[in-house]
């Protein structure tokens, strides 16, 4: 079963913040997000791992609470090149990942 | 570093063919998985291959097979291709199959079925 994302789309003025929510009915090992522009390939972005451990993006800061099995990425002082479509992917063991439906963010000047 | 790179980059093909789509991993990597994402979907899991053998799949039917090479590059082959089948498929490599590992992916090949 897919993981849940929302909101489905958001519009931002450069420089305000915003946060993107992914929900799982199952318990989680990892989440993995990725940022995808139209046209082009899925980027990594982060992972966050059960345990609290996280690897990825400088600028991006994202959290996994693993009570609810939920993950929420900060898009913070958002620039133009954060534009695109946000995917959640969550592993519940290895790394095939199960991704969810991706939120769609536009910053505008 | 080389990043992951798939071949072709589009392709048209016509309902009950075959294709056959390749993609080289990044290098140092082990691991390959293919997805397939829709239009305005997600990615979806096909299935990953780790040291040539297949290791684990999705939920997609048998005519979806694929193979992995002592180099780690990998293919996807689809036969009996349905209109269906139309969508971006996505190579993504990783070192080893753990959830630690980040999975990094291809530019995909775009397949579209007439």
């Known amino acids: 079963q897919q993981p849940v994302q929302s909101p489905q789309a958001v519009i931002l003025r450069e420089g305000e913040d915003a946060v993107i929510n992914c929900s799982s009915s199952?318990?989680?090992?990892?989440v993995h997000w990725y940022r995808q522009k139209h046209g082009e390939a899925p980027v990594f972005l982060m992972i966050?791992?059960?345990?609290?451990e996280q690897k990825g993006h400088e600028k991006i800061s994202a959290s996994f609470n693993e009570k609810k099995q939920q993950s929420s990425l900060y898009l913070t002082a958002s620039q133009l090149s954060y534009s695109g479509t946000y995917f959640c992917g969550t592993a519940i063991a290895g790394n095939k990942l199960t991704f969810g439906g991706g939120t769609r963010v536009l910053v505008k000047p | 570093e080389t990043g992951v790179t798939q071949s072709p980059t589009h392709l048209i093909k016509t309902r009950g063919q075959q294709v056959t789509l390749r993609c080289s991993s990044q290098s140092g990597h082990n691991t390959v998985s293919w997805y397939q994402q829709a239009l305005g979907q997600g990615p979806q899991f096909i299935f990953q291959y780790y040291r040539e053998e297949e290791n684990g799949r999705g939920n997609f039917p048998p005519r979806f097979s694929g193979l992995q090479f002592p180099n780690y590059s990998s293919e996807l082959n689809v036969n009996a291709l349905e209109l269906d089948d139309s969508a971006l498929y996505l190579c993504a490599s990783s070192l080893y199959t753990t959830g630690r590992n980040e999975q990094f992916f291809g530019p995909g090949t775009r397949l579209t079925v007439l």
């Open positions: 199952k318990a989680l090992y990892s």
């Open positions: 966050l791992l059960k345990g609290g």
